[in-house]
């Protein structure tokens, strides 16, 4: 069985399709710098559209999230955005915790793995 790289950097492929599964790499806002949690996870969400698209699928073919926030007082404003983007229905199994991000800009860090469509 074959696997694809999306996105291949020297520390981490950004999308890996092995099969048909899409495994998506944590994504983080590419503008993080004064976006709020609200703005954040919008950018993280149009980057797993990109991601998934390119490899071949879509979120309502979405199987798990991992989201880390990084003030779960946060929850509700970063639910707000994923509860408008998530297909009703076809909603995955998904997990939010906690945690320090790589740099306090962040306050959302997602992560997904997908069916190919």
């Known amino acids: 069985m074959s696997i694809e790289r999306f996105g291949v950097g020297a520390r981490m492929s950004q999308a890996v399709v092995h099969g048909s599964t899409v495994y998506l790499a944590g994504q983080v806002a590419d503008k993080p710098a004064g ?5 954040q996870t919008r950018q993280v969400l149009a980057q797993i559209d990109r991601l998934l698209a390119e490899a071949g699928t879509e979120k309502s073919h979405l199987l798990s999230a991992t989201i880390y926030l990084a003030d779960i007082a946060s929850f509700a404003e ?10 009703k229905g076809a909603t995955p199994a998904r997990a939010t915790v906690e945690a320090k991000m790589v740099s306090p800009d962040y306050k959302v860090e997602i992560a997904c793995i997908a069916a190919k469509s």
């Not at 970063?78 to 297909?87: L, Y």
């Open 35 to 39: 976006a709020n949690v609200v703005e």
């Open 78 to 87: 970063m639910n707000s955005v994923w509860e408008a983007w998530v297909i």
